[in-house]
């Protein structure tokens, strides 16, 4: 298997780490789309968010207790969490990741 996150859990490619414990790491996005981008990963391979919620709900939910504890690191008052799951949706890595969007007003309806 060649995922890009994978490499970042085994620390084979670098990244900007806010965040992580024994089951998931949070990096600041590459290609921020705000000026908080953050993404919260399992460090178990998911192919997507669907995935993750039918075999592992826990670290599910600490995705999003992650994402609120960066949030809160970063004094937002207020933001985004995405799951895009599938190609059709823009899911362009195929591990499950969860976009913690925040620091600038977001419209609503994206894209």
């Not at 995922?3 to 024994?22: H, R």
């Not at 399992?42 to 600490?62: F, R």
């Not at 059709?88 to 195929?94: E, H, L, R, S």
Request: aromatic share 8%.
């Amino acid at each position: 298997m060649n995922c890009l996150f994978c490499s970042i859990v085994e620390g084979k490619i670098p990244a900007s780490k806010v965040y992580e414990n024994d089951s998931v790491i949070a990096f600041d996005d590459i290609n921020p789309q705000a000026p908080t981008h953050v993404l919260v990963i399992p460090k178990t391979h998911y192919e997507n968010a669907a995935e993750l919620a039918a075999n592992d709900a826990q670290t599910l939910g600490e995705l999003f207790a992650v994402a609120h504890k960066v949030a809160g690191e970063r004094s937002l008052s207020g933001y985004r969490t995405v799951f895009n799951t599938g190609a059709d949706a823009g899911q362009t890595v195929f591990h499950a990741h969860l976009h913690l969007l925040g620091g600038r007003s977001l419209n609503w309806p994206p894209g």
